[in-house]
T-cell receptor, first 110, second 114 residues
Framework: QKEVEQNSGPLSVPEGAIASLNCTYS??????FFWYRQYSGKSPELIMF????GDKEDGRFTAQLNKASQYVSLLIRDSQPSDSATYLC??????????FGTGTRLTVIP | ETGVTQTPRHLVMGMTNKKSLKCEQH?????MYWYKQSAKKPLELMFV???????ENNSVPSRFSPECPNSSHLFLHLHTLQPEDSALYLC?????????????FGPGTRLLVL
């Protein structure tokens, strides 16, 4: 079983819509959850992290965590073409390592 | 610019070659990491160094040999690689070796093994 699973996409949304990116993880003891954005040909950059159940908002981005369901999501409101990228979910395991998902490719259509 | 640089950006090597990848961070961080990113696969952690000491080696084949002479520099020495080792190799750093610390990634070295 993979540690972290994401739909590979591609996920296409029109400009101005809400993009919803989902991630599930297998280690019930995981405590920290991260979302990285990776533009094509570039390195990952951290955009959000969340530790507690519930929602965490930062500008147009909202991370949602449900530890009971082992599920973390990222919502992007008012999606812009510049949001087109691959979004990587990363989860901390009990061994203090980060495990990454394969990423979801998002395309925002003007 | 994240403050983490990597050279070379692109590398083509034969299976009998020996080459080295270099990473340098200008952030004053104490922890440095090597990751491998292959197409359609998750980012894989290879090695972790904390205060110049290797703390983790995630079952990486011995044809990959890391070196950390100081907290700012990290090398990955490559020898007798296989074509399946072709990937993007990313270096990252963080203030300390705790997972809650944000990791800053370098631009990566795109490696092709022929």
């Amino acid at each position: 079983q993979k540690e972290v699973e994401q739909n590979s996409g591609p996920l296409s949304v029109p400009e101005g819509a809400i993009a919803s990116l989902n991630c599930t993880y297998s280690d019930r003891g995981s405590q920290s959850f991260f979302w990285y954005r990776q533009y094509s040909g570039k390195s990952p950059e951290l955009i959000m992290f969340i530790y507690s159940n519930g929602d965490k908002e930062d500008g147009r981005f909202t991370a949602q965590l449900n530890k009971a369901s082992q599920y973390v999501s990222l919502l992007i409101r008012d999606s812009q073409p510049s949001d087109s990228a691959t979004y990587l979910c990363a989860v901390q395991t009990g061994a203090n390592n980060l495990f990454f998902g394969t990423g979801t490719r998002l395309t925002v259509i003007p | 610019e994240t403050g983490v640089t990597q050279t070379p950006r692109h590398l083509v090597m034969g299976m009998t070659n020996k080459k080295s990848l270099k990473c340098e961070q200008h952030l004053g961080h104490n922890a440095m990491y090597w990751y491998k990113q292959s197409a359609k696969k998750p980012l894989e952690l290879m090695f972790v160094y904390n205060f110049k000491e290797q703390t983790e080696n995630n079952s990486v084949p011995s044809r990959f040999s890391p070196e950390c002479p100081n907290s700012s520099h990290l090398f990955l020495h490559l020898h007798t690689l296989q074509p399946e080792d072709s990937a993007l190799y990313l270096c990252a750093s963080s203030q300390d070796r705790i997972v809650e610390e944000t990791q800053y990634f370098g631009p990566g070295t795109r490696l092709l093994v022929l």
